[in-house]
């Protein structure tokens, strides 16, 4: 593979090198959604080292393009600029000639902003090495492919078994050519296999830093996104698309290195089954965090009808080993131990969730805090008095406690950064608002005929 360009003057000569006559440069939303610009190769030297013009106002739109009746980032509010990332270069194989960049958010005098998603999880990762640390990333994220009949209606390509062979040989056209894209923009697909639900599918990226996890994401949904509209159909990552289907989450696979990125501190070196005292700490850090962290990586309506108990979903604060109906596990043994959180899903940013989550984890080691013993068990199959003999608590339940707990949590929020949070915040209240508002069809179905 390639390595990345590392500046620049770099990325510049790779894109003369690469023969690129159309350059997208791409920014993400408190959303997760992309914006970008195209460049011809006579603005590339301007574009590379200055960035592209976008109204800061954008920031204040919702999922609909619609601004919240108290929005402060109006039309009078400026632009930032969107500054391409030179480690996030790649070639774009399905269109020709054309390469794509993740970009930073800057002010116009071309300073780090810091209402930029981007430039708050490198500030995080920074505080990472000044610790001495350094964490290892890989997203895991779940999706359905869907076609749409002649009423409109979405219908699952296919209603094979979970993790079924014939899961991957009914749309084997569609799996290869999502690895094989990912592949030539120099993106390590781990595995790709057929999830739980009828037309799920789920895919593992490599791991790697932080940052090259984020970039990687945005590849895999871009590609998965891309060939699915090529097969005729629609690629969704909403957390829970019907009521009837299992939930698609994201889920992410942290361990904890040295600064220079040699040393995993993560497992415990007496057995093959524990965390060190680093990687309990880390561990306890996010369990403590969790109220918090549910608000940024579910951060929709829709992501509380995936979090409920009994449901493969994590709804409560533990850990277990190989548990799975926790929001953090320790999967595997040796030297395969690291941390799994499971609260998250596909609606986040997940530059937002990545930053919330390493400074949980870092405060978890800076105070040293106990995540307590791994639970034995699922929750969800519980009844009430024993959970509350157990002592476990619940994530939480809905997303306005869910953002009220982002709010109030100190440290979270520091990492997330006034700027961000305020209009993140701004931003899912009115969508919340919006939602609140609606008439749905369940209670038409429901009440039309009957009050």
Same mark, same amino acid.
Not at 361 to 372: A, E, H, K, T
């Given at each position: 593979m390639v390595d990345a360009p590392r500046d620049a003057d770099e990325l510049l000569r790779r894109l003369e090198q690469d023969g690129v006559e159309h350059f997208w440069i791409a920014y993400h939303d408190y959303s997760g959604v992309?914006?970008? #610009?195209?460049?011809?190769?006579?603005? =590339?030297?301007?574009?590379?080292?200055?960035?592209?013009?976008?109204?800061?106002?954008?920031?204040?739109?919702?999922?609909?393009?619609?601004?919240?009746?108290?929005?402060?980032?109006?039309?009078?509010?400026g632009d930032f600029l969107a500054v391409p990332d030179p480690r996030s270069y790649a070639l774009l194989p399905r269109y020709p000639k054309t390469a794509r960049a993740h970009a930073w958010m800057r002010g116009t005098d071309g300073a780090p902003w810091q209402g930029c998603p981007r430039t708050r999880l490198d500030r995080m990762v920074e505080e990472l090495r000044r610790a001495g640390l350094s964490v290892q990333v890989?997203?895991?994220?779940?999706?359905?492919?869907?076609?749409?009949?002649?009423?409109?209606d979405y219908q699952p390509v296919n209603a094979t078994r979970m993790f079924t062979l014939a899961g991957l040989e009914v749309e084997h056209r569609f799996v290869t050519r999502v690895v094989d894209e990912l592949r030539a923009m120099g993106v390590?697909?781990?595995? @790709?296999? #057929?999830?739980?639900?009828?037309?799920?599918?789920?895919?593992?990226?490599?791991?790697?830093?932080?940052?090259?996890a984020l970039d990687d994401y945005w590849s895999l949904k871009e590609v998965v996104r891309d060939a699915a509209r090529e097969a005729g159909y629609v690629a969704t990552f909403m957390p829970k698309p019907f009521a009837h289907c299992a939930g698609s989450s994201l889920h992410v696979h942290l361990s904890v290195w040295d600064a220079a990125g040699e040393v995993d501190l993560t497992p415990a070196d007496g057995d093959e089954t524990s965390l060190s005292e680093t990687g309990r700490w880390f561990l306890g850090g996010l369990l403590r965090h969790a109220p918090a962290l549910t608000g940024l990586g579910s951060p929709t309506v829709n992501s509380y009808k995936r979090l409920l108990p009994g449901s493969w979903a994590p709804a409560n604060v533990y850990w277990g080993r190989g548990n799975r109906s926790g929001v953090a596990r320790i999967p595997g043994v040796g030297k395969r131990r690291h941390i799994e959180y499971r609260s998250g899903d596909n609606s986040c940013n997940p530059a937002f =969730?990545?930053?919330? @989550?390493?400074?949980?984890?870092?405060?978890?080691?800076?105070?040293?805090?106990?995540?307590?013993?791994?639970?034995?068990?699922?929750?969800?199959?519980?009844?009430?008095a024993?959970?509350?003999?157990?002592?476990?608590?619940?994530?939480?339940?809905?997303?306005?406690?869910?953002?009220?707990?982002?709010?109030?949590?100190?440290?979270?929020?520091?990492a997330v950064g006034a700027i961000a949070l305020e209009h993140f915040l701004r931003v899912k209240r009115h969508e919340l608002a919006l939602y609140d508002l609606e008439v749905h069809p369940w209670e038409r179905a429901t009440y039309l005929e009957v009050v």
């Open positions: 992309a914006g970008a #610009k195209t460049i011809p190769p006579e603005g =590339f030297g301007s574009a590379v080292r200055n960035g592209v013009v976008f109204a800061i106002a954008n920031l204040d739109m919702d999922i609909l393009d619609q601004q919240p009746s108290d929005a402060t980032l109006l039309a009078d509010s890989a997203l895991e994220p779940e999706f359905y492919l869907f076609t749409r009949d002649e009423r409109g390590a697909v781990a595995q @790709l296999g #057929k999830e739980y639900g009828p037309g799920q599918y789920e895919a593992t990226v490599r791991h790697g830093t932080p940052q090259r =969730f990545l930053t919330g @989550l390493l400074a949980a984890g870092l405060d978890g080691i800076r105070r040293r805090i106990d995540p307590g013993p791994p639970f034995e068990g699922d929750v969800g199959h519980l009844t009430p024993e959970i509350e003999r157990h002592g476990l608590t619940f994530l939480p339940r809905s997303l306005p406690e869910a953002l009220a707990a982002l709010e109030a949590d100190e440290v979270v929020a520091d």
